[in-house]
């Protein structure tokens, strides 16, 4: 038996001196826990693990960009396309992904493999392009590295 | 005496590790300040002149001496550092956290001391994993080793809001909020997290802490360009460079100096054009103006800003109406929707640029768009307005006639060949799932 969320959410809000101070990592964890993204009963469960409303919870998860309202794919690719990676070829990287996995930007693959995402700076400008695939970053990716990326993916 | 101060070591050894860092003396500084009344570590900081790295340059020292005594204030007393690093061009908090994770402990707390704190949180983007599981092993281990003396340090993650590096906006979320910016007065020094008594600071401003303890004050202020800009910075070099990354450099280095020297020139036979040497958020400098030490005076007389140390280099083939759009987009999709200016101003912005760049606009949408620049500059709740509204309308001063070329040709003068044409931003990305039946996934 796996731990139960409520256990696991109380335990961290006990680090601070207000347990609302434990939602975003409360949502983090029940996004985990539904594989990836926030669907209605998180919020039931991250609200009644926090005493507060799932509508609260709901309203906190959608300012931030993490957070999936929406279900996402088994692998999550995220390009970054500001300034510094754009002056250097994101979007042609964006492009060859888009070609590679038959998706635009925000879309998941019909067999639910891959989400494609654009991104604003995460945070690795000098290794352009940045790609984040599940949150681990791969750094000066080209547009020719595409189609190898995504058959590792595919078999990973 | 090396100029590496932040990164010292880092290079020979493996400094995630406890063993290795202590090794190198990590944590004396620690041992020996416990000793030392606040004041006189808050008089090292104010000796050093140290200010702070995260972009608003202010005195550290200061802003500590700025949080009242218990007597004065009863409630606990807290420290938040600054690890949500999400100005585009900065990737230099990451470095630190990956590479010198024990420096910023040891640096929060002796922070943590200064103030007489015994509660320190550091709040760390989302997007960091790999620096989020570093800093969190190091932290074990410090633990373990019982470095922390009844101090507790809370490592919070962030999901993904530029907003949430600005200091209210971080406050915010920590409190389990949408991350919205607070309006000020109170200051968090007196009335900051859980409405008590807060410093922030910047993950690199915690990390040189320790080594301006070992070296002086006084000595570390001779480094660099003093009497303002003491010390060193690490640059984050990135753009049309053959060699982009981080280099810890005294401040005063000239852009020249970093472009040609350091970062080994602009690749593909390309012609320099711009300079942006803090960060997104920060005005323009032109090829022609590179000799600039990269300080705070100098590039004050310069009207831009250091800010978080970020050069990004650009060549002949970026578009500067395309490069203005972008960095719009960008804080249109962060704006945190609070205030008026900046929430409707940047969106503005956005449809102003996005005509100009098709062709579609007038001369007098170009004076609309500084017009709306300048409604937006110093008028909003938090400073991310100006940091939308500053580097565009600097880009419209230093580049006007490309900006005219585009109104007077119908379209873009570069014909679909910029390197930024047609990039794609994520505010006008939607989310489609193929099959959602009553929230299932397919
Ligand atoms: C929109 C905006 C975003 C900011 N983002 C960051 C950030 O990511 N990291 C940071 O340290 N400071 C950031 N700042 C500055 C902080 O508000 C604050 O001044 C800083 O953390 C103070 O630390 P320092 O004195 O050590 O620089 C930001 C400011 C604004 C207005
Ligand atoms: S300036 Fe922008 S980010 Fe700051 S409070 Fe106003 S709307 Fe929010
Ligand atoms: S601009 Fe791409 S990681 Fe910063």
């Known amino acids: 038996m796996p731990r139960p969320l409520a256990d696991q959410v109380r335990a961290i809000a006990a680090q601070y001196p207000e ?138 | 005496m090396s100029d590496v101060i932040v990164l010292a070591g880092a290079d020979e050894r493996d400094l995630t590790q406890l063993g290795e860092y202590r090794a190198l003396g990590g944590y004396a500084q620690l041992e020996r300040v416990r000793g030392m009344a606040p004041a006189d570590v808050i008089g090292e900081l104010n000796a050093a002149n140290l200010r702070g790295r995260g972009g608003a340059f202010f005195a550290t020292g200061r802003k500590m001496q700025f949080i009242p005594g218990a007597e004065q204030n009863p409630n606990p007393h807290y420290v938040c550092v600054n690890a949500d690093e999400s100005e585009p061009g900065t990737f230099k908090d990451r470095e630190i956290m990956n590479r010198v994770p024990h420096r910023l402990i040891e640096g929060s707390l002796i922070a943590a001391h200064a103030i007489d704190s015994q509660h320190v949180f550091i709040y760390i983007r989302g997007e960091y994993l790999d620096a989020f599981e570093t800093l969190r092993a190091a932290l074990d281990e410090a633990r373990k080793a019982e470095l922390f003396d009844g101090v507790t340090i809370v490592l919070h993650r962030g999901a993904g809001a530029y907003i949430c590096g600005e200091e209210s906006g971080l406050l915010e979320s ?66 049309n460079v053959v060699r982009g990354g981080n280099y810890e450099l005294p401040m005063g280095i000239t852009i020249r100096e970093v472009i040609y020297d350091l970062a080994g020139g602009i690749p593909d036979g390309r012609a320099l054009k711009a300079v942006i040497p803090g960060g997104s958020s920060m005005p323009i400098l032109t090829a022609g103006q590179i000799d600039v030490p990269l300080e705070h005076d100098a590039l004050r007389a310069l009207d831009t800003f250091l800010g978080a140390a970020a050069v990004i280099v650009v060549d002949d083939r970026a578009c500067m109406v395309q490069l203005g759009l972008r960095v719009a987009q960008f804080y249109m999709h962060e704006s945190c929707g609070k205030c008026t200016p900046c929430r409707e101003g940047t969106r503005w912005m956005v449809q102003l640029l996005e005509a100009i760049e098709a062709g579609e606009a007038t001369h007098s949408q170009l004076d609309l768009l500084l017009d709306v620049c300048d409604r937006i500059l110093g008028k909003c709740l938090c400073p991310l307005g100006d940091a939308a509204a500053m580097p565009v309308a600097s880009y419209v001063v230093k580049f006007r006639d490309e900006f005219r070329a585009h109104i007077d040709q119908g379209g873009c003068p570069f014909g679909g060949e910029s390197s930024l044409d047609g990039l794609f931003a994520p505010v006008d990305q939607h989310t489609h799932h193929p099959v959602v039946e009553e929230g299932v996934p397919a």
Request: glycine share 10%.
């Open chain 2, 174 to 239: 920590l409190e389990g909020h949408r991350g919205q910016a607070r309006s000020r007065p109170p200051y968090p020094a007196i009335s900051g997290l859980y409405a008590s008594p807060t410093l922030i600071n910047n993950v690199e401003t915690i990390a040189t802490i320790p080594k301006v303890l070992e070296l002086g004050g006084a000595e570390y202020a001779k480094i660099g360009a003093p009497p303002d800009s003491t010390g060193t910075r690490l640059f984050c070099v990135s753009g």
């Open chain 1, 19 to 156: 347990s609302r101070s434990a939602v975003m990592p409360a949502l983090r964890i029940a996004q985990e826990r539904h594989g990836g993204w926030l669907p209605p009963e998180a919020f039931e469960e991250v609200g009644e693990a926090l005493e507060l409303t799932p509508a609260y919870c709901k309203g906190v998860a959608t300012f931030y960009d993490m957070f999936h309202l929406a279900p996402v794919g088994r692998r999550l690719v995220e390009v970054c396309t500001n300034i510094c990676c754009g002056l250097r070829g994101a979007q042609e990287v964006l492009s060859a992904f888009e070609r590679a996995l038959g998706v635009q930007p925000g879309e998941t693959t019909p067999d639910g493999e891959f989400t494609l995402r654009a991104v604003e700076c995460i945070g690795g400008c000098g290794w352009p392009t940045v790609v984040a695939i599940d949150d681990r970053h791969r750094l000066n990716v080209t547009a020719g590295d595409v189609p190898q990326i995504v058959q590792e993916l595919r078999h990973e």
